[in-house]
């Protein structure tokens, strides 16, 4: 290596070398930083800790689903909605589009006392921190009329912003 010219190289030389060899040793530990930070598949105490409470998380959201629709709670429910959220109908193919058109079809069903509902979880089912799916055997009735009408209602969620959103809800006739 030549000397440097004159000592005002020097120093621009020195403070050359000691960035460069910042930026090397910062290169070198990122790796390290980046897999430290996230959860890879031999890191299973945390993989395994974080999919846990995604599924409690996700128990709490089917629980509140049967809760808000027992108490025909329409905000409580509505929070439970995505904002693009399909709604399927049994009894007559209906299909709605969005949050705001279910919540409008819910505020006419909520408003009516006379019907009761069961919900019964024949299937349910979590993948990671990503989706869940919940299959409820239910029986729809109103006592008043003798109308009892066995539904099977699918429900899909997306978990989004650390809250289970539902994406689907989909009725059935019939039982599991």
């Known amino acids: 290596m030549r000397p440097p010219a004159s000592p005002r190289s020097a120093g621009r030389l020195g403070r050359t070398l000691a ?15 980046v897999s430290a930070a996230t959860v890879g598949p031999a890191d299973t105490t945390t993989g395994d800790a974080a999919a846990h409470g995604c599924e409690r998380a996700f128990d709490s959201a089917v629980r509140a689903y049967v809760e808000t629709t027992e108490r025909r709670d329409l905000d409580g429910f509505a929070a439970l909605l995505h904002p693009d959220v399909t709604s399927v109908f049994a009894s007559d193919g ?16 909520f408003a009516d006392d006379s ?3 069961s919900f ?15 299959l409820f055997d239910s029986v729809y009735a109103v006592p008043a009329t003798g109308t009892r009408v066995p ?26």
Request: proline share 1%; hydrophobic share 45%.
């Open 19 to 33: 960035l460069l060899g910042l930026t090397a040793g910062l290169l070198a530990a990122a790796p390290a930083a």
């Open 94 to 109: 209906e299909v709605l589009d969005g949050k705001r058109a279910t919540v409008d079809w819910l505020r006419g069903f």
């Open 115 to 117: 019907w009761t509902q």
């Open 120 to 134: 019964s979880v024949a299937k349910q089912t979590v993948v990671g921190c990503r989706t869940g799916f919940v």
């Open 151 to 176: 539904l099977l209602i699918g429900v899909s969620y997306t978990y989004q912003h650390g809250r289970w959103l539902v994406l689907q809800n989909q009725d059935s006739v019939g039982r599991v």
